[in-house]
């Protein structure tokens, strides 16, 4: 089965930066899509970034374009989420997620993918 178990969540100031992790387990296809959405407490969730396994390509929301990076480290079976430049809205609850194949790899879908971990706690003051 496939798991996912985030780590890395923190509190940070505004202004700082916070890099998250996502653990992968139990995937052996190499075609995949994988993401990071997020969701705080009453509210929906928000896709925030997705990258292609094979090609690396990566796809952001408006919301983090140019302050979140994402990537992976297939020899280590792990996805990163670098967060730079944080904002008070950036607070969530952040979630990995997994999708076999690479269609719908887009932060607007993320939040739908069948597998995800069960989250990391950011707070940004």
Do not use: H
Request: with cysteine.
């Amino acid at each position: 089965d496939v798991q996912l178990v985030e780590s890395g969540g923190a509190s940070a100031q505004a202004g700082g930066s916070l890099t998250v992790s996502c653990k992968m387990s139990g995937i052996s296809n190499r075609s995949y899509c994988m993401g990071w959405f997020r969701q705080a407490p009453g509210k929906e969730r928000e896709g925030v970034a997705t990258i292609y396994s094979t090609r690396g390509t990566s796809y952001y929301a408006d919301s983090v374009k140019g302050r979140f990076t994402i990537s992976q480290d297939n020899a280590k079976a792990t996805l990163y989420l670098q967060m730079d430049k944080l904002k008070p809205e950036d607070t969530d609850m952040y979630y990995c997620a997994y999708r076999r194949g690479q269609t719908y790899c887009s932060p607007r879908n993320v939040a739908g993918f069948p597998y995800r971990g069960q989250g990391t706690q950011v707070t940004v003051s």
